[in-house]
Nanobody
């Protein structure tokens, strides 16, 4: 069983919204979570992260004001609400988790030990 299961992707027109979910198979209270994405022909890039200690949220500049990350520890789920989607947001989105990340490493892919399988988001008219 994968430790993280991502879902919620789909096909939406520009300006549309989607909410991605990342369900953890473990108790997630002390884990930081992040979303990464890989667009066609590009490297995987960090999108957003939420810390475990203070639940502070962090975003790449290109999604600030459009995406919101949130966590529900009681449901073992992390969400990524994506509004005003653009064609350049098209990618496979991955969630990741780790319980020993310092704040400055929240955007670093190699810092995360647990990964989900990815969910496809396509923004197109």
């Amino acid at each position: 069983q994968d430790p993280l299961v991502a879902s919620g992707g789909g096909l939406v027109p520009p300006g549309g919204s989607l909410r991605l979910s990342c369900l953890a198979s473990f108790k997630m209270d002390y884990y930081a979570f992040a979303w990464f994405r890989r667009a066609p022909g590009k490297e995987r890039e960090w999108v957003s992260a939420i810390a475990s200690s203070d639940e502070s949220t962090h975003y790449v500049d290109s999604v600030k004001g459009r995406f919101t990350i949130a966590r529900d520890n009681a449901k073992n789920t992390v969400y990524l609400q994506m509004n005003n989607l653009k064609p350049e947001d098209t990618a496979v989105y991955y969630c990741a988790a780790d319980n020993s990340i310092i704040q400055s490493d929240l955007g670093r892919m190699a810092a995360y030990d647990y990964w989900g399988q990815g969910t496809q988001v396509t923004v197109s008219s």
